[in-house]
């Protein structure tokens, strides 16, 4: 089975895509192992660049992200995973997606609305 090439590229980025919207929920990057974690537990697994880790999404909320479909690019250094997302949002902030920000006359503002509270979550 071909996979992406971990050898030319050790760090691949990984779109997360809601199933049924299709929206994107967040944007994260693989190593081999937590690809072949993915793949193996139907879940998906980072690799964290801030705690330099192998990484479950949704450890820490339980907003976890159940596998429906992988596919990766002709150049074989991107990954593209539908997914069920469980839980409130995919995002830490307490938003859906990742992306809540847009830009619109030279300034960003957010446009979508919160669904969790990060302080309750993260217990911070």
Not at 20 to 31: A, D, E, P
Not at 34 to 58: D, M, Q, Y
Not at 108 to 114: A, L, N
Request: hydrophobic share 35%.
């Amino acid at each position: 089975m071909k996979t992406p090439d971990f050898q030319k590229h050790p760090l691949i980025p990984a779109i997360i895509q809601d199933s049924q919207t299709l929206k994107v929920l967040m944007l994260g990057y693989m190593n081999q192992e937590a690809f072949e974690e993915t793949v193996n537990n139907k879940i998906v697994h980072f690799f964290s660049r801030s705690k330099n880790r192998l990484w479950k999404k949704g450890e820490s909320s339980g907003h976890i992200q159940e596998v429906k479909k992988i596919f990766f690019d002709c150049d074989e250094d991107t990954i593209l995973i539908q997914v069920n997302q469980i839980g409130d949002a995919a995002c830490h902030e307490g938003y859906v997606s990742c992306f809540f920000r847009e830009l619109d006359n030279d300034q960003f503002s957010i446009v979508e609305k919160k669904v969790f509270n990060p302080d309750t979550v993260y217990k911070k």
